[in-house]
């Protein structure tokens, strides 16, 4: 008995597999990852999940899916992705992302524009929370640097890509981290330095790469930028307070405060406006939020019914040390991310069963977290069916394979997070 319990049950990893059946399957048939969304492909799994085990009654499952949707973890996860919503908002709405941008563009040398890209993205990323919102405000600027120089506009379009992904991947307010965090029960700014000095050697990489390509090009920029840094501040008081490690809600509360007020200081935002902007925020995580109680109810059902254990079995009868864990995790989340074209989601479904591991194995939390987030965004950032590829695609007009090509960063974090793995770097300290 005790045998069997060890082994787990593989048949109740049917809802899994009828999700990734419906997910996958709607977009090779329609030719769009996008077209089933995520949230009805998972209540069909819901449904799948309910129907199995009849020993238990109908209302016992829905006390075990509740259980599970009403996690502590889960529902901090969901306050905080509708702070980080309502933040982003607000900013946007007075004018934090221009004036980034201008800011950034006006402090760039011409002849390291690409390059500049990069790190302008990266910027905007880790303010923003977000590499889909940094590309889709880029990109337009990116298409006009490409045609006053005639570098590629794939280099181009690749470079604030990769920038992008390498801001959201240490974002304090990202969802990717916010999720990583949560589900491994670290703090953010651990989880940050982590990821920092891991992905830090892949940016600095693709710089250079970034540097050879481009330095046989010309390059004027005669634009004139109007700067206005009161706007950039609430981005840099949510980095650093993060980074001081102050409590993610009132770091997200006082930012939205923040922002407001200097929306009404330079006439940006009216009340009324502010109200909206905090309304749209969060209305763009409700999905995500309800995503998450939904995965978390099913994966409770999951693993009541034994389908946890199984993954465990299956994983740790291959697992022989700590190194080979840390490959189990990271290639978990691959496999999520590739089977659901976004990194958030993939985190949210192996979070739980990474922490399991982690804590068989003795892997730090911060280091879970970090290999979660990496790996995701890795392979996030190199599909071409993938949100950020397809939106800057769609924006510059060319085919998603073009940019893929061009996109080092990803591959380039990925390949450090191998290394790491394999080196045991960096030293964390207790």
Excluded at 123 to 128: G, K, Q
Aim: charged residues 10%; aromatic residues 8%.
């Amino acid at each position: 008995m005790k045998s069997d319990q060890r082994k787990g049950n593989p048949w109740a990893l049917l809802p899994l597999g009828l999700f990734l059946i419906l997910f996958i399957g709607s977009g090779i048939m329609t030719g769009d990852f996008y077209s089933m969304p995520v949230l009805v492909a998972f209540l069909f799994s819901s449904i799948a999940a309910f129907v199995m085990n009849r020993q238990q009654s109908f209302h016992e499952k829905v006390g075990i899916f509740c259980k599970g949707a009403g996690q502590e973890s889960i529902m901090m996860m969901v306050m905080i992705f509708l702070l980080a919503g309502a933040f982003s908002g607000v900013a946007k709405a007075m004018g934090g992302v221009d004036a980034t941008v201008q800011l950034s563009l006006s402090l760039l040398p011409p002849h390291l524009v690409v390059v500049g890209l990069f790190i302008i993205a990266g910027f905007i990323s880790v303010s923003m929370g977000t590499s889909v919102g940094t590309i889709t405000a880029l990109t337009p600027v990116g298409l006009g640097v490409a045609q006053a120089t005639g570098i590629d506009v794939a280099l181009v379009v690749g470079a604030i890509v990769g920038g992008g992904m390498f801001g959201d991947n240490l974002s304090i307010i990202s969802d990717t981290t916010i999720a990583a965090v949560r589900t491994q029960g670290c703090e953010l700014r651990d989880k940050f330095k982590v990821n920092f000095l891991i992905v830090l050697p892949a940016a600095i990489l693709a710089l250079i790469i970034l540097l050879a390509l481009t330095s046989q090009y010309e390059v004027t920029l005669d634009a004139v930028y109007q700067i206005e840094w009161l706007k950039v501040v609430p981005y840099l008081c949510i980095l650093v307070g993060a980074l001081m490690g102050i409590n993610v809600f009132i770091l997200l509360g006082s930012g939205v405060a923040l922002a407001g007020v200097i929306g009404f200081m330079t006439h940006a935002l009216t009340l009324q406006q502010f109200i909206d902007a905090i309304s749209q925020g969060m209305a763009g995580m409700q999905e995500l939020a309800l995503l998450c109680l939904v995965v978390g109810g099913v994966l409770e059902l999951i693993k009541h019914h034994g389908g946890i254990d199984y993954l465990l079995y299956l994983i740790k009868s291959r697992v022989r040390s700590k190194k080979g864990a840390e490959i189990g995790i990271a290639t978990l989340v691959s496999v999520m991310d590739l089977a659901t074209a976004n990194n958030t989601i993939a985190i949210v479904m192996a979070g739980p069963l990474a922490k399991e591991i982690a804590e068989e194995y003795e892997i730090d939390p911060r280091r879970s977290a970090s290999l979660l987030d990496i790996f995701s965004s890795c392979w996030q950032g190199l599909i071409p069916y993938g949100a950020q590829i397809l939106g800057a695609a769609g924006l510059a007009a060319i085919s998603p394979m073009e940019i893929v090509k061009y996109v080092h960063y990803p591959m380039l974090m990925g390949v450090f997070g191998i290394l790491a793995i394999i080196f045991g770097f960096p030293k964390l300290k207790k």
